[in-house]
């Protein structure tokens, strides 16, 4: 990594202005009206280097919500709450092929349980198992995750997205009463309550910067870079870094392996963690999306930086 920063240094700006030329090829995200406002053209990028350098270039400092990159890391804190098995008792680990919000395979399949926990159902599930005994005590602690791995105390949640899709998320809604009903959701987990606390988390607010410091301590196998204390237990990492290679980009993660090859998560806000192992995180945003709900023009950039760094992990 440390030869390719001046290579990086004078390349980025060119590629991420290439880039952004297909964002109009893309559209922002609107079934969650308040995301709409995002600017089309936006287009913005942070490297993380493990020696505590930052590189940014574009629309770095546009502050977006996490969306569904915060699943990667409520899943991390649920296993840190209750462990493997208690996880994966509720939620597979298989990809679907199908959207990111389907109901489909949730009724088709025995046991009924959902396929993985990145996707919208698998994620609610997930919500429901993050100790705290209301869902503010959980959203509190959620925060608090976040905050420590983004390096950044101020980290809040927006109130106008998260009350945006708490006013519109009727398919999210279905899903979560299908789960109660499916007892995968259980007897004392309040529906609404559990609703608030992923809607809560997808509302997040960061930027290119803080996220790449999260994806930083995910290349780092769970590591605080700058003190070298174990924030998250190495093998939760390996287990959601493998999720975001075959769940990460919704059911373009195949295509993203095969085209970039790294561990990556997306949010229909347009945000992108990706990380390098051992050598960098990256953090993006650019809100126009394809039609699997994934950034365009931050997919491109991503292409790029790997092509020319070799980053493919396979
Ligand atoms: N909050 C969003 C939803 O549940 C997250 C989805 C996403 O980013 N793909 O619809």
């Not at 440390?2 to 290439?18: A, I």
Request: charged share 25%; net charge neutral.
């Amino acid at each position: 990594m440390e030869q390719d920063w001046p290579m990086l240094t004078e390349k980025l700006p060119f590629w991420l202005e290439e880039s952004r030329k297909i964002a109009s090829a893309g559209k922002v995200a609107s079934y969650i009206p308040e995301l709409a406002r995002a600017p089309q053209d936006a287009l913005g990028i942070c490297i993380a280097g493990r020696d505590g350098r930052q590189l940014t270039a574009g629309d770095d400092t546009l502050s977006f919500t996490l969306q569904s990159i915060s699943k990667v890391f409520t899943l991390l804190l649920a296993l840190m709450d209750r462990g493997e098995s208690a996880v994966f008792s509720k939620v597979g680990m298989e990809p679907t092929g199908d959207n990111f919000n389907s109901m489909l395979k949730l009724e088709l399949v025995e046991p009924g349980i959902p396929f993985n926990p990145l996707i919208n159902a698998g994620a609610i599930v997930v919500s429901s198992l993050i100790r705290g005994a209301t869902p503010a005590e959980k959203t509190d602690r959620i925060l608090a995750f976040f905050r420590e791995l983004a390096g950044d105390d101020t980290l809040a949640v927006n109130e106008a997205v998260f009350r945006s899709e708490t006013a519109t998320a009727h398919r999210n809604r279905s899903l979560a009463y299908f789960l109660k009903d499916n007892k995968v959701l259980e007897e004392n987990d309040d529906v609404e309550k559990v609703l608030e606390v992923y809607f809560r988390h997808c509302a997040v607010e960061v930027n290119c910067r803080s996220l790449a410091r999260m994806a930083l301590v995910l290349s780092l196998g769970g590591k605080d870079p700058e003190t070298g204390r174990e924030l998250i237990p190495r093998r939760y990492v390996q287990i959601a870094k493998t999720f975001m290679v075959t769940c990460g980009m919704y059911n373009e993660s195949g295509e993203f392996a095969i085209r970039v090859g790294v561990p990556a998560k997306s949010g229909v806000s347009g945000g992108i963690l990706a990380l390098v192992p051992g050598r960098c995180g990256v953090g993006i945003v650019g809100p126009a999306l394809n039609r699997k709900g994934n950034s365009v023009a931050g997919m491109k950039l991503l292409e790029t930086l790997s092509a020319a760094f070799d980053w493919s992990q396979f």
